[in-house]
């Protein structure tokens, strides 16, 4: 495998690895025993289309892009043989890699900073192996810090993406994550450097296809950049049925980002279509109610299929680790059935029943990772909100199952997060909060967590 992986893969290689007739090898690495096979909530699902694949046109180009996107930014990982830090599993993400593009997935998006800075090396090896015209690839300039904010470092971040890539030119090329924290910021990013000069200069050059931006936080940025005197290709923004217009900014909602960009003609990039995994994660009565509609679809389809259904959306993103995950993405946009009126009126319905279960808005993106002092912060998470949408988390003593429920946290929070790792070890810092795309104060939900849990172990809530 060592030494297919550093040669193209010839078609009949490809299809061993990929063909319906090999499937089951691919599928036995995950867990699968064929290409039919239970989703995660136990509902037998169809086969995998390999032609049906839904296509979006760029305005811009012309290139057809695949509505299912790749999101390279979870990449599966191991730990290093020796015990210190993990790797890439690349021969799993090169099986991934062939099982998408021999389905229809052409788009992959990657970035400088994704999977410890890992992921675009690896995306670049696994890419590497099929024909260059056959694919899109999209990354960004992570220039976050301060050191890597001037001009010549920040041109120097690109040259190390086209060389990580081990490509000559980027099909979509992003300044990443404008808006966080602010103005300020984005201005000494990209405009006191002149790096969107530069950039718009690499697109003449065609060493840059197209050229965008990735959106986080602060509004007036985003006004700011759509007001600038520079033709914008396409434009990543952050949408869901919850976010459509309960993002947690109301000038944020993504139906005002998607309505301005959609009127002037923009193309719309879509991340964070499962809210961080959080639109497929629903509590029994969501589910319930979403079974009795289309009872052999996943949940998560439902959230792909809304993403999906506006017109002026490129491409919907997914971070897809697992071969399950990639079989069922494939499945719903091949092809696409867009949702009836009746059915974006039941997502709505969902997202306001959801705005009763106050969670932590957390994606799971790892931005603020890693903490200096060991907190695993998406983890902490991701067990507190997981315990609110199983309705595992008792607000007093009085609380109906109070004893069940109280065991279900604390145990699942040490399965969960090593003690190292918890909350109790946030010093307030705040090294963290300034990178979060969504806001959140992180060292508040850390004491609010932190005192949550002693009070279930004190017996004192």
């Not at 279509?273 to 079974?291: F, M, Q, T, Y």
Request: glycine content about 6%.
């Amino acid at each position: 495998m060592e030494k297919d992986n550093k040669k193209n893969i010839n078609r009949r290689n490809f299809l061993k690895v990929v063909g319906t007739g090999t499937v089951a090898t691919t599928a036995a690495l995950y867990g699968c025993n064929s290409n039919r096979q239970s989703s995660t909530n136990g509902t037998t699902t169809t086969e995998v289309p390999t032609d049906k694949m839904t296509y979006r046109t760029n305005p811009s180009t012309g290139d057809k892009v695949s509505l299912l996107g790749y999101g390279c930014m979870r990449w599966p990982t191991r730990k290093k043989t020796d015990g210190e830090g993990i790797e890439i599993d690349q021969e799993t993400v090169n099986r991934l890699v062939d099982y998408a593009i021999a389905h229809g997935v052409n788009y992959f998006d990657t970035a400088p900073p994704y999977v410890q800075g890992l992921s675009e090396r690896a995306t670049g090896i696994a890419l590497k192996r099929h024909p260059r015209n056959k694919m899109f690839i999209a990354t960004k300039l992570s220039n976050f810090d301060p050191q890597s904010m001037t001009r010549e470092n920040s041109i120097a971040l690109y040259h190390k993406s086209l060389q990580n890539l081990q490509v000559d030119y980027i099909d979509y090329y992003l300044l990443h994550a404008v808006g966080i924290p602010n103005m300020d910021v984005f201005k000494k990013r990209y405009i006191d450097n002149h790096m969107i000069d530069y950039l718009v200069k690499e697109r003449e050059a065609g060493r840059i296809r197209n050229l965008g931006w990735s959106f986080h936080g602060d509004i007036n940025v985003f006004n700011y950049l759509l007001s600038l005197d520079v033709k914008w290709d396409f434009v990543q923004i952050q949408l869901n049925y919850s976010d459509w217009k309960h993002a947690s900014d109301k000038d944020s909602n993504a139906e005002y980002l998607y309505n301005e960009l959609s009127k002037r003609k923009i193309p719309a990039i879509v991340m964070e279509p499962l809210l961080g995994g959080r639109l497929s994660k629903l509590n029994d009565k969501l589910v319930a109610e979403l079974k009795q509609h289309r009872p052999q679809d996943s949940i998560a389809s439902w959230a792909f299929r809304y993403a999906g259904s506006l017109p002026d959306v490129l491409t919907v993103l997914s971070g897809m680790t697992y071969i399950d995950h990639l079989k069922d993405n494939i499945r719903t946009y091949s092809p696409l059935q867009p949702l009836t009126k009746a059915e974006n009126e039941l997502l709505e319905h969902v997202a306001q029943e959801m705005l009763k279960r106050p969670v932590i808005p957390c994606t799971g993106c790892k931005y603020c990772m890693p903490c200096p002092y060991g907190l695993d912060i998406p983890a902490i998470f991701a067990h507190y909100n997981r315990c609110i949408n199983k309705n595992d988390i008792p607000e007093s003593r009085k609380s109906k199952n109070y004893e069940e429920a109280r065991r279900a946290f604390l145990i699942g929070y040490d399965r969960s997060v090593p003690k190292l790792r918890q909350a109790s070890h946030c010093i307030k810092c705040n090294q963290c909060s300034p990178h979060c795309p969504q806001s959140i104060y992180i060292p508040r939900e850390m004491e609010k967590i932190d005192n949550y849990v002693e009070q279930l172990k004190q017996g004192t809530l």
